[in-house]
């Protein structure tokens, strides 16, 4: 039973182009969470979404940042028209069909890297 | 608005000897606590929970204890091994989502 699966694991972009980072949760897993952590700091929240549903997305900047979990395929977070303070790593997780008290099993991560 | 406090960076202890870590929370919703473990270039592994009913849960070498009055847990690894030098993350839940504190560091000494 593969982990959450994340790639790609490090990603350098300029600014102004457009981050995908996918995410493949574990099987027989339908909730998806998204954290982003900065330099020196723990995980924030940014994302929920379940299958073709976005459940809660209050961690997230309003402009430039989407994220989707269609019905077939990954978890995309896509970032558009990257700055540099967007560099940092971005953990996906998932849990299965009730998140209740389930522990959250997460990828290893996306490094990104805005130059 | 940092919900989740560990107010120690970085911990140093001698192999064999107990690890002892500490977090602080301030919402009283919280229902649900998690010590993760982090490795450089890695993701955060779930290592011990507890609920917020408990106010002591042991696996191994690994206990969390909880004080809700003080809104204080806290995390006993005995005895320190040297895999256990890391980054920690102590994390609440509120309903599904995960509030984590900055992570404290562990160096075990040999």
């Known amino acids: 039973n593969a982990g959450v699966m994340q790639n790609p694991r490090h990603l350098v972009r300029r600014r102004g182009q457009e981050a995908r980072l996918r995410c493949s949760p574990m099987k027989g897993h339908s909730h998806v969470y998204w954290y982003r952590q900065l330099p020196e700091e723990g995980l924030k929240f940014m994302v929920y979404l379940q299958k073709e549903n976005i459940i809660d997305e209050s961690g997230m900047p309003k402009e430039r940042f989407s994220a989707e979990f269609p019905k077939e395929g990954p978890s995309i977070l896509r970032i558009q028209q990257v700055v540099r303070g967007d560099s940092a790593a971005y953990f996906c997780?998932?849990?299965?069909?009730?998140?209740?008290?389930?522990?959250?099993?997460f990828g290893q991560g996306t490094r990104l890297t805005v130059v | 608005d940092q919900q989740v406090k560990q107010n120690s960076p970085s911990l140093s202890v001698q192999e064999g000897r107990i690890s002892i870590l500490n977090c602080d929370y301030t919402?009283?919703?919280?229902?649900?606590f998690l010590w993760y473990k982090k490795y450089p270039a890695e993701g955060p592994t779930f290592l011990i929970s507890i609920s917020s009913i408990k106010d002591k849960n042991e696996d191994g070498r690994f206990t969390v204890f909880l004080n809700k009055s003080a809104k204080h847990l806290s995390l006993h690894i005995v005895p320190s091994q040297p895999g256990d030098s890391a980054v920690y993350f102590c994390?609440?839940?509120?309903?599904?989502?995960?509030?984590f504190g900055a992570g404290t560091t562990v160096t075990v000494r040999a």
């Open positions: 919402n009283s919703m919280f229902d649900y």
């Open positions: 994390a609440a839940k509120d309903d599904y989502k995960l509030s």
């Open positions: 997780a998932s849990s299965p069909r009730d998140p209740g008290l389930s522990e959250a099993f």
